[in-house]
Nanobody, 119 residues
Framework: QVQLVESGGGLVQPGGSLRLSCAAS????????MGWYRQAPGKQRELVAT???????NYADSVKGRFTISRDNPKNTVYLQMNSLKPEDTAVYYCNAGYRKVFWTNDYWGQGTQVTVSS
């Protein structure tokens, strides 16, 4: 069973920065894609950024140029550097680890970490 442990959330003022980390444990095979999603109160969960094992990256338009996702494959760890934070970035951020194999797929989620952007 894969477990994801997130860290790095908190309260920050508008324009500030935070760095989220997510470490995956228990995986016996390579994780094909890791990423971050977020869910604000009253809204659906949405993609923030993803990165594959070959470093193909995808960002939501709302975070392009402000957020940077990176990955340490040997450590099965993914990071999200968030700069120029805005109040609308306030949400619970969830780490995702996904397997995209030929005959099966599976996804695992972290417990979520709160990010609050407020003055």
């Amino acid at each position: 069973q894969v477990q994801l442990v997130e860290s790095g959330g908190g309260l920050v003022q508008p324009g500030g920065s935070l760095r989220l980390s997510c470490a995956a444990s228990g995986s016996r095979i390579s994780i094909d894609v890791m990423g971050w999603y977020r869910q604000a109160p009253g809204k659906q969960r949405e993609l923030v950024a993803t990165i594959t094992s070959s470093d193909t990256i995808n960002y939501a338009d709302s975070v392009k140029g402000r957020f940077t996702i990176s990955r340490d494959n040997p450590k099965n760890t993914v990071y999200l550097q968030m700069n120029s934070l805005k109040p609308e970035d306030t949400a619970v951020y969830y780490c995702n680890a996904g397997y995209r194999k030929v005959f099966w797929t599976n996804d695992y989620w972290g417990q979520g970490t709160q990010v609050t952007v407020s003055s």
